[in-house]
Nanobody
Framework: VQLQASGGGLVQAGGSLRLSCAAS????????MGWFRQAPGKEREFVSK????????DYADSVKGRFTISRNNANNTVYLQMTSLKPEDTAVYYC??????????????????WGRGTLVTVSS
């Protein structure tokens, strides 16, 4: 499985961005997809995940109500719509894929596949 994230950029506080992650795999619908981020000088942290069909989602408390994860299994893509962005959202965002949904995997980052990151910079 190869994952390619895109959509990062520079945005002012309060603005919006949509990240995309395209997966090169024939069985995309068999994977839970998610996003992590790593800010400068900080550890990587979980942002959000979405179940195989999109019926279940989970978010970090810091992004609840502002970020929305979605997926399109027809084109093997997962999205992260980010609104009301804050300077503290500045980070490299990574997408990940794993066959299982339980938080034990996603909170620790013990996941099967990772993509290269895309940088999001939020100016104040």
């Amino acid at each position: 499985v190869q994952l390619q994230a895109s959509g990062g950029g520079l945005v002012q506080a309060g603005g919006s961005l949509r990240l995309s992650c395209a997966a090169s795999v024939r069985t995309f619908s068999r994977y839970v997809m998610g996003w992590f981020r790593q800010a400068p000088g900080k550890e990587r942290e979980f942002v959000s995940k979405i179940s195989w069909s999109g019926g279940s989602t989970d978010y970090a408390d810091s992004v609840k109500g502002r970020f929305t994860i979605s997926r399109n299994n027809a084109n093997n893509t997962v999205y992260l719509q980010m609104t009301s962005l804050k300077p503290e959202d500045t980070a490299v965002y990574y997408c990940a894929a794993h066959p299982l949904f339980p938080s034990a995997y996603w909170k620790t980052g013990a996941l099967d596949y990772w993509g290269r990151g895309t940088l999001v910079t939020v100016s104040s």
